[in-house]
């Protein structure tokens, strides 16, 4: 007997043409399309329903079948999905109509210089953000407090800043000589703050501090509201 392993990934492209539906799109025009569905949120399932649930559903196991069989269930879901994408498209062309090359520049040094460094490096945002919190000073570690796992200081207190995976290693025993653990998370381009825990009483003390002038500080944003 005979055996022949055939690992073939089947590209969403070689399946369309394999079916006769391929089309061909102009230059651009996919990606700008997505992005303007993306913003206009045109395919989202209140608009055209939930596929993965409506392609179980339907009867039929043929395309034709399927095609026939979701606009009985949807009429008016491609015309809707349609629309909403042109009226996203004119926004776009307002908006290509005010970029010049001065704001193309301002972009493009935000995307290689800022979001490089705060996606990086986000000590110095972190120090800085409970810096502002508490009404202190606040400076990144030397060489040889890094050493120690010691990011940076708040005022008085030594700051160590991990991401929240961390919490696995800290399990297996690592010390740290730092009075404060700050726990984050990267989520999508954004740096989210997600635990402060204290390392010894002064550590539990800068906590306490980080919780009273939250409270102030969301106090004030609801005074700000109303």
């Not at 940076?152 to 010390?175: D, F, N, R, V």
């Amino acid at each position: 007997m005979s055996r022949w392993e055939l690992n073939k990934e089947l590209e969403i492209e070689e399946l369309r043409a394999l079916m006769g539906k391929e089309i061909e799109f102009p230059t651009y025009v996919s990606p700008l399309l997505n992005l303007a569905n993306k913003y206009a949120q045109a395919t989202r399932p209140k608009v055209v329903g939930q596929m993965s649930d409506l392609i179980r559903e339907c009867p039929y196991k043929d395309f034709e079948g399927w095609k026939r069989w979701y606009l009985s269930k949807h009429p008016k879901a491609i015309e809707e999905a349609t629309n909403k994408i042109m009226e996203m498209l004119k926004e776009f062309l307002e908006v290509l109509r005010s970029v010049d090359r001065e704001l193309v520049r301002k972009w493009v040094e935000d995307l290689v210089l800022v979001k490089t460094f705060l996606g990086l490096r986000v000590e110095e945002p972190i120090l800085r953000y409970f810096a502002k919190l508490l009404g202190e000073e606040y400076r990144l570690s030397t060489a040889e407090e890094e050493s120690k796992g010691i990011d940076g200081y708040i005022g008085k207190y030594s700051i160590s800043i991990k991401p929240l995976t961390y919490k696995i290693e800290k399990a297996l025993g690592e010390s740290l000589a730092a009075d404060t653990l700050i726990f984050y998370e990267k989520r999508e381009g954004k740096i989210v703050i997600k635990e402060v825990e204290g390392l010894n009483e002064k550590g539990d003390e800068f906590v306490e501090k980080v919780k009273q002038s939250s409270s102030v500080s969301g106090q004030r944003s609801l005074n700000n509201f109303y």
